[in-house]
């Protein structure tokens, strides 16, 4: 989304302090304007791991990552309580057999335009709203939360760590002991949807009377419609985040719906629920039909996907490869084209045919698309 402020003014000199935290941030960038020109200032929601560099301009200082051994770095994530300032501290750790434990954040950043501000290693950063949100109801109020934290735990600023960091993901959400889905604040709405697909997720089985036979139709649509319209549902880096995680929890202000998304059966299980409702006479005469559910459903199969093919056990189905998944999630957003392919890497790197090809932002659009070409035509 696009603001614009247009104004025709003498020649003059002022400072624009970033996201209006000059007295907390020392940043500041001086403009001159000439008569007769206009004055642009654009804000923009962005969602792309190439495009965030822009955004956090604070002079955090990142301990250099070994890159040999893939190195990465985990946010611990400081106690606290409602009012007090988000704040943590940055430590490099290796992936690996003996990795630290840890969980992993999926979220979308939201617009740049209205932040706040945290504190990463005593050091003020300006973050999205969302971001903010996400923290505060993830931390706890007596002890330290360690998580992997995209914008926090990479250096933007340095486009090669950058492009092995994303090279990573998939990797990192794989070891995360769970991805935690932040689906953004509750309304009022929330409890009713996140009570369906707790009841989704959850039974082993169909029950004579589910739970949204225990509401009015009205309420159950609007809790679906309330969870499923989210923007996390159509953003194309939560494809690889959930695809490979281990567990898998949405958060929806203080509901939560938690399932293990590496177990093919119980994946298999909750897919069957919500196609079951769906063919149900009952769902239709609720008018739960107008409801989509077709998102969570295309993440869910996903993480069937990625268990097809591996060393503990054999299957009919072939799993899709990265020209599969780019098709069916084409649709889904993101700032940089180049994310399109770059943000379902995660999903493919464990897989030797793709050996040759990593995330570069360095790349331009048209090299990569070329690139993808060569490795889904051999």
Same mark, same amino acid.
């Given at each position: 989304?696009?603001?614009?402020l247009e104004?025709?003014?003498?020649?003059?000199?002022?400072?624009?302090?970033?996201?209006?935290?000059?007295?907390?941030?020392?940043i500041?960038?001086?403009?001159?304007?000439?008569?007769?020109?206009?004055?642009?200032?654009?804000?923009?929601?962005?969602n792309s791991?190439?495009t965030?560099?822009a955004?956090?301009?604070?002079?955090v200082?990142?301990?250099?990552?070994?890159?040999e051994?893939?190195?990465?770095?985990?946010?611990h994530?400081?106690?606290?309580?409602?009012?007090?300032? #988000?704040?943590?501290?940055?430590?490099?750790?290796?992936?690996? !057999?003996?990795?630290?434990?840890?969980?992993?954040?999926?979220?979308?950043?939201g617009?740049?335009?209205?932040?706040?501000?945290?504190?990463?290693?005593?050091?003020?950063?300006?973050?999205?709203?969302?971001?903010e949100a996400?923290?505060?109801?993830?931390? /706890?109020?007596?002890?330290?939360?360690?998580?992997?934290?995209?914008?926090?735990? #990479?250096?933007?600023?340095? #486009?090669?760590?950058?492009?092995?960091?994303?090279?990573?993901?998939?990797?990192?959400?794989?070891?995360?002991?769970?991805?935690?889905? =932040?689906?953004?604040e509750?309304?009022?709405?929330?409890?009713?949807?996140?009570?369906?697909?707790?009841?989704?997720?959850n039974?082993?089985? !169909?029950? !004579?009377?589910?739970? =949204?036979?225990?509401?009015?139709?009205?309420?159950?649509?609007?809790?679906?419609?309330d969870?499923?319209?989210?923007?996390?549902?159509?953003?194309i880096?939560?494809?690889?985040?959930?695809?490979?995680?281990?567990?898998?929890?949405?958060?929806?202000?203080?509901?939560?719906?938690?399932?293990?998304s590496?177990d093919?059966?119980?994946?298999?299980? /909750?897919?069957?629920? #919500?196609?079951?409702?769906?063919?149900?006479?009952?769902w239709?005469?609720?008018?739960?039909?107008?409801?989509?559910?077709?998102p969570?459903?295309?993440m869910?199969?996903?993480?069937?996907?990625?268990?097809?093919d591996?060393?503990?056990?054999?299957?009919?189905?072939?799993?899709?490869?990265?020209?599969?998944?780019?098709?069916?999630?084409?649709?889904k957003?993101?700032?940089?084209?180049?994310?399109?392919?770059f943000?379902?890497?995660?999903?493919?790197?464990?897989?030797?045919v793709?050996?040759?090809?990593?995330?570069?932002?360095?790349?331009?659009?048209?090299?990569?698309?070329?690139?993808?070409?060569?490795?889904?035509?051999?």
């Amino acid at each position: 989304m696009f603001s614009y402020l247009e104004h025709i003014v003498k020649a003059w000199q002022f400072t624009f302090p970033c996201f209006g935290l000059g007295h907390l941030l020392p940043i500041s960038t001086v403009h001159t304007i000439s008569f007769g020109f206009w004055l642009r200032v654009t804000s923009e929601e962005t969602n792309s791991h190439a495009t965030s560099a822009a955004m956090r301009d604070a002079p955090v200082h990142f301990t250099p990552l070994e890159r040999e051994r893939s190195d990465f770095r985990l946010f611990h994530l400081h106690p606290g309580f409602d009012g007090d300032v #988000i704040s943590g501290s940055l430590k490099c750790h290796t992936l690996g !057999p003996a990795r630290k434990s840890f969980e992993a954040l999926s979220y979308v950043w939201g617009g740049t335009g209205d932040c706040a501000t945290i504190l990463v290693d005593d050091t003020p950063v300006s973050v999205t709203k969302s971001l903010e949100a996400a923290l505060r109801h993830l931390r /706890f109020p007596d002890s330290h939360r360690t998580n992997w934290v995209d914008y926090i735990c #990479i250096n933007q600023g340095d #486009i090669e760590e950058r492009n092995q960091q994303v090279a990573m993901m998939g990797l990192i959400y794989e070891q995360a002991t769970s991805v935690l889905v =932040w689906l953004g604040e509750a309304t009022p709405n929330t409890v009713v949807g996140m009570k369906v697909l707790g009841y989704f997720a959850n039974e082993p089985r !169909p029950q !004579p009377h589910p739970i =949204w036979e225990h509401y009015p139709s009205s309420v159950v649509q609007a809790g679906l419609l309330d969870i499923m319209n989210r923007s996390w549902f159509q953003r194309i880096w939560v494809v690889q985040e959930v695809g490979r995680s281990g567990t898998a929890v949405l958060i929806c202000g203080q509901h939560k719906v938690k399932w293990q998304s590496n177990d093919s059966v119980a994946v298999g299980r /909750f897919i069957r629920m #919500i196609k079951y409702a769906e063919i149900l006479p009952q769902w239709e005469q609720m008018g739960l039909g107008t409801v989509n559910m077709q998102p969570l459903l295309d993440m869910l199969d996903l993480q069937i996907g990625n268990q097809l093919d591996r060393s503990w056990g054999g299957t009919h189905r072939t799993a899709p490869d990265i020209l599969d998944v780019a098709h069916s999630m084409r649709h889904k957003l993101c700032t940089d084209r180049r994310d399109k392919v770059f943000g379902l890497f995660g999903l493919f790197e464990h897989m030797w045919v793709y050996d040759g090809f990593k995330p570069d932002y360095n790349m331009t659009t048209t090299q990569m698309y070329e690139a993808l070409q060569k490795i889904a035509f051999t």
